[in-house]
């Protein structure tokens, strides 16, 4: 059925936070802390081995991290859109996706931007709100996925001495049991999450309640019967979104000369990458001290880590927010307009019925 057949459906005002002016704000700001910042390592005192670093940078591979963080975002393109509707048009889903994680990086909420955006503009194309917060959940579950599964992998081999390099034996434990652990929860909620929605007090569980409730439960199965029936695109994608992203720090700290074991670095990125769950704007702080902390603890000089951090984030902020803030513009344009589509598929459907197909996804006669 062509998408123009489909009677209008009134649309809701975008939240003002994802207002175009208010993001355009946020990316003027972004541009003048990144200025501030190099002010003041060009100018503080105490600071002449940072400076060292950068005087003996390699300038070409600057230009090889910019291309690393723009395939690392391609590659979350290729996730979503498998996860959320493998049928919508690419230039549709490279909008939305590029621009939600300009949100990410360019509002202070810890990552919520990007996903308050997602289901803002899914809405907008007619998904439901059940569909949205279900692979929602799937896609955050399935990219969060290679952060822990390197965890675990890597820390045991450091402690093991099978990876050269510093090794905190206490910090590595804790790190590693933590990956673990959550690993196990997330892998058992589903179970939790169902009996809490079918025991006793069921009767009790508010109407929104019970949406988390089967959005959480239902978005982890989804992720399973995603890699069970190998959804290639979705799960070299959730991997391409961390391991090219993982590259791009690695090349910055060659570009300072730098050449520091693998194992340990990339071990130090994930538990750094913790910070950014802060609520700060592009996790500006939280995400540049954890990283250098870690990395830090993990056997990097000072000054290394704080030049090779400070190259890697002014690109892993500056190619989302700059791409994503340009697509944010055709994305609403696109969702706003008084003959919009309700959503942009190649031929021209909706995606309720893209999800995986669980037991529990199956449409339901009480509906």
Not at 234 to 260: E, R
Request: proline share 5%; net charge positive; aromatic share 8%.
């Amino acid at each position: 059925m062509a998408a123009t057949s489909r009677p209008e459906q009134p649309r809701d005002d975008i939240p003002d936070e994802l207002d175009s002016q208010h993001i355009v704000r946020r990316l003027i700001g972004f541009a003048i802390l990144i200025a501030v910042v190099a002010i003041a390592v060009i100018s503080l005192p105490g600071l002449g081995s940072l400076r060292h670093r950068f005087s003996v940078v390699d300038w070409r591979l600057l230009i090889a991290i910019a291309a690393l963080k723009l395939a690392s975002c391609l590659a979350n393109i290729v996730a979503f859109r498998d996860v959320f509707c493998p049928r919508m048009s690419w230039r549709f889903s490279y909008r939305l996706g590029m621009a939600e994680q300009a949100t990410n990086v360019l509002l202070p909420t810890g990552g919520a931007g990007g996903l308050a955006l997602g289901a803002w503009a899914l809405h907008q194309g007619g998904m439901d709100s059940e569909a949205i917060g279900r692979r929602s959940v799937a896609f955050f579950v399935l990219t969060s996925l290679p952060n822990f599964a390197l965890t675990v992998v890597i820390g045991p081999l450091l402690l093991l001495h099978l990876l050269t390099g510093t090794d905190p034996v206490v910090w590595t434990v804790v790190f590693t049991a933590m990956a673990v652990a959550t690993s196990a929860l997330t892998a058992l909620l589903p179970l939790i999450l169902r009996r809490l929605a079918h025991n006793r007090f069921q009767g009790r569980l508010t109407g929104k309640l019970r949406i988390i409730i089967v959005s959480l439960a239902g978005g982890i199965r989804d992720v399973g019967t995603l890699i069970r029936e190998r959804r290639w695109k979705a799960i070299l994608g959730a991997l391409g979104y961390l391991l090219f992203d993982i590259g791009a720090l690695l090349v910055a700290f060659a570009a300072f000369g730098s050449h520091h074991a693998l194992g340990p670095i990339v071990f130090g990125y994930i538990i750094g990458q913790l910070g950014g769950l802060i609520p700060l704007p592009g996790g500006v702080g939280g995400t540049d001290g954890g990283l250098i902390g870690a990395l830090v603890l993990y056997g990097s000089p000072l000054a290394t880590a704080t030049a090779a951090v400070l190259a890697y984030r002014v690109f892993q902020v500056a190619v989302p927010a700059i791409l994503g803030s340009i697509a944010f513009v055709g994305l609403r344009h696109t969702l706003t307009g008084v003959n919009a589509p309700r959503l942009t598929t190649d031929d021209g459907g909706l995606c309720a019925d893209d999800a995986p197909q669980t037991e529990e996804h199956a449409p339901s006669t009480s509906r």
